[in-house]
Structures are given as structure tokens and as C-alpha cells.
């Protein structure tokens, strides 16, 4: 019996001032109402929140048509809203429904498809899986409806929606697989805007009529709460007599953050659990609203997830990390903090994940800064918080042991916050750990060898291995060497990939002694290049993209294409402090790393 697809969290998109151009973006409308995974199995469907919370009780109508639309094990993602008189989607209607136990009309646009008859689709493209959504939803009608977008254009679609009094857009890299996290191959750009505030406390009415004058309101930042100003309009009597009743029972004597002494007097104070949806056309110098209107009650979004949303790069304060110690110098030569370098790590997370997340890791921990003490841990002694897990690997004396990984921006910084630079992972993923899915060939040069040589030395691994039908990738190592990376499918094991590893380095040297050696020993590399095929056993680790180094000038690795490795004049080109120009270059490096392929002998 087919049973219905578990829970997975959904992918989120990142705020952005702009339109982003390009063929490779498509554009779809941004539904204003509630994130839904709907899952179908053959005994039923159920409805999932961003947050994975089973609410198919309050969306029985949606659950209901897609256990008749969809075939058993089916994951789709889109969203629940309800249309208005003018054909928009209403969030205050969205709200009266699930008051009403969902007696009004809901409306379920699916744009994304995670599962498809129990095939994970997940590291399709999005116009594939797109595609094979509008394969299932052929015949499907209300409530249920396909999500349509469109490819370029998408400033015109910006200014109609816009000019309709719509909410914005959703930009989608057309190339990108689906991510479990808030990426920037998702965007959202917003006609006015609107994001979620934590409620902390209200102001008592001189008209007795009213519930209340206004709504204190916070965001999260760096772990704690920080005021965002009042709200005083945009409530019916009926929801203004609703939300009285829900802060009456979280009412406190003392005021859970610090509040402007003019908006504290008189204030009544609450327990910081609800989240309210706010529009307003800015935000002041000060950190306050601009003409905010409420819009209504949030019940799927938690308030400790609640940070202030701005287009730009994320920081350690915007995911709501508290980096403590933030202005140590830890790159003194490069005058880089630790906070510093927990907000390099915060806005390169998506890129960095890509080949970081569910891999066991490595962590190079300078709690001093890079100049001082330095050491590795790769097993799991508590303090990392939640986001950081771990996996149980058998060693090699029998012994079990839990190692690190991490999928989140959340688990890198918590790692940052205790002193970790640098970021190793192994050549497989904890879905997999005994099947790699990288092959790491480190090409370590002789002292005073120059750079060009190591440069020349990895375009003729590459030119070897693309003789074999394995495709590579280079990258730059933040030091004076070069990787040359061979990405796999996760099927055959670590003796095998080891073996082949261990047989091309040797017979790569054979072949050309006068250049290359595989013995690891310095004092036999004699101006030859070191091709470390070590890194291709079981429980070794590599630096990883974008990964800080911690040497001189806060280096970076950089992953690099085959003509900027031939023009390269060395392999700490970029640091910390070229974060722009390295999530630029990101985009414009789609597809890098990746290749369907396996190893020749199989």
C-alpha cells in the first residue's frame, strides 16, 4: 500500500529589492494566504504548515480534492488562500475561513512538485518539476489549481500585479533543484512592504468601544527582541474584540524587551507569542514602522523564527543568531571580527550548502582568532544548539562515534559562534555514508614551484579523466594549490573509489614522474606537483566551497571555471571581505560540481 509522503521542509525565498533578469528566470504570482505540503496516499491525503504541522483538519476541503486528484505518493507544495470579490486572494478572508472551520471557499495554488508517485523529484530542475505538476493537474479543477508562471517579463509582471493591488512576485531560478531552506534561486519582490512582527504588548483606548489604541510590536535579533513601534489600524471591532481576548490570557507585569520610554507609558505588556502580518511603507533610521496597517493574525509562523526582513544579504542578526565576542579580530591582517566573519557565513550559506549540507564534517576551531590556536573536531562534544546534528559512524577500531553535519545557515554560524574558520566535509552525505559522491583530487605543489605549473598539472587530470567519461571541476583552495573535483552518483562504495583514486595518482606518476609524484612524502616531491588521492577514504575530508581558510588575508575556496584556472596567478584570489563578487560569480557558475556520472569500472 502506497502511504502518504512524510513532512519535508519547504523551500523559502529571500527578500530582494529587484527584479532579477535573465532567461533563467521564471515568474509566478505571490499568493497571499498559507504555505501547504499536501501529501497523498491511499488512504487519504493530508495537509502539512510550513512548519510541519498536520492542519488537514482545517483544510478538509483541499485534503479532500487532492486525494482525488492526485495518485498516491505525491508531495505538493503551494499555497492556501481565499479568492475575494475582485478575484485576489484575501488574507483577512483566509483567516474568517479557519474561524469558521474552513466554511468559506479555499482555494489551493500547487506550484511545486517534491514527490511524484514516490520518486523523489527534488533534484529535478524547476521547469521540470514544474512540468510534470501540469501532467498531474490535467484534469484538476476547484478547489484545486496549477500555479501557471511565466519566463522573463518579469518587471511587466511586477508592475500589473502591483498596479492590481497585488501582493508581488516569486522569482524562481528555471535551472535550480528544490532546496529544504531560504535560498536566493527563490526570490520574492513585494509592491508595498510586509512581513510578520511579534506582538509584546498593546495600548489602552480612551474610547471605550475599543479593545485597544494600538499593538506594541518586536522582531528577533541577534536572540533577543528588539522593538519594531505600534500599529493602530486596519482592525474590524469584531477582530479587535478577538485579539483583546487572545492577549488578555498572555498578559505579564513587566515588558519582555526595552521599549522607548513614550510608547512604554501606559503600555500593557504580554508573553511574546503571537505574530501579526503588518504592511507599511518603511522602515524609519530608528528601526520603527512607517504608516503600518495590520493585516492580520499569523498562526503557522512561530514567534522566535520572527527576524526583520530587508532586500540585501543576510547577517547573523537577520537569521536571529547572537554572536558573542563579534568584535574579536580573528584575521588581525585583514582586520575581519568574528562577527564579521559569522555575516560572510550567513549570506554565503545557500551557496555553500549546495555542497555542505547532510555531509559529515570537519570543523578547523581558532577560538583566539586564526594567529593563535588552532585544532579540529570532527565529533560532536554539545554546544553547537540544535542546528548542528549527528550522525553515528562506525570507526575503523569498531567503536561508534557521532560526527557533525548540519543543512542549515543556522548550523554554520553556530559553529562560527565557537570559533570555527574553516569547514572539511567527507565524499559522501549521511543519506549515504558509505557511497561518495565526489572524487577530490588535491594537487599540492613542491615549494617555489610556480602557481601556473599546478594549473597546467590539474587541466591534464582533467583531460585524463574526461578521456575516461568522468567530467571535473576546479577549484581554488584558498592556499597554493588546486582541487580537482569529479562529482558521483552515490553508488559505489569507499574501497572502490579509493582503489580507483589510489590507481589513477600512481598511474598518473608513473606516466610523468618528471611532474608528478603520489607519494605524500615532501622531501620526495623534488619540484613535482603531490597528487594526494588520500582524501578518497572513508572518514577523510576535504576543505569545502567557499569554505574561509585560516591563513593570512581570510582566503576563501572558490570554486572557478577551466579558463579562469588557466588565467589564475594564484589560489587565494578571493577572501571574506569579496562576498559580493563571490555570490555573483555563484550565479553565474550554475551548474558547476554537478554531473551524473560513476566510475568507469562499474
Known sequence: MTEAPRFEKPQLATLADRVPVGDDWMFEYKYDGYRLLIATGEKGAVAYTR??????????????AAAKTFPPGCLVDGEAVVLGKDG????????????????????FFAFDLLVDRGEDVTGLSNVERKARLAALMKKAGPPLHFADHVTGAGEKMLEAICAEGGEGVIAKKASAPYRHRRTRDWLKIKCIARQEFVIVGWAKSDKPARAFKSLLLAVNE????RYAGKVGTGFTQELMDDIRAKLDRLSRKTPPLDVPKSDAKDAHWVTPDLVAEIAFTEFT????????SFIGLRTDKPAREIVREAPGLPTAASLGIRISSADRLIFPDAAITKGGLADYYAAIAPAMLETAARRPLTLVRCPQGRAKKCFFQKHDHGGLGEAVKTV?????????????????????LACVQMGTIEFHGWGSRIDS???????????????????????????????????????????LTGGKGVHVIVPLEPKAQWPAVKSFADRFARALAADDPDHFTANIRKAKREGRIFIDWL??????????PYSAR???????AAPVTWDELAKAQGGNIWSVTDLPELLERHTDLAGWGEAKQVLPDL
Open 51 to 64: 512548519n510541519g504541522k498536520d492542519w488537514s483538519h482545517r483544510f478538509h476541503v483541499l485534503v479532500e
Open 88 to 107: 485576489k486572494p484575501d488574507f483577512g478572508a483566509m483567516q474568517r475561513a479557519l474561524k469558521d472551520d474552513g466554511l468559506a471557499p479555499l482555494t
Open 222 to 225: 541577534g536572540g533577543a527582541l
Open 285 to 292: 533610521r530608528a528601526g520603527t514602522l512607517r504608516h503600518p
Open 392 to 412: 553515528p559512524v562506525t570507526e575503523k577500531d569498531g567503536e561508534t562515534a557521532d560526527y557533525l553535519w548540519t543543512e542549515a545557515a543556522e548550523g554554520l
Open 433 to 475: 555514508i558509505e557511497k561518495p559522491d565526489r572524487l577530490v583530487f588535491d594537487l599540492d605543489p613542491d615549494e617555489g614551484l610556480d602557481f601556473a605549473a599546478v594549473c597546467d598539472a590539474a587541466a591534464r587530470v582533467r583531460d585524463i579523466l574526461k578521456a575516461m567519461k568522468l567530467e571535473s571541476f576546479p577549484m
Open 535 to 544: 582524501r578518497n577514504q572513508r572518514g577523510a575530508t576535504a576543505v569545502l
Open 550 to 556: 585560516a591563513r593570512e588575508g581570510a582566503p576563501v
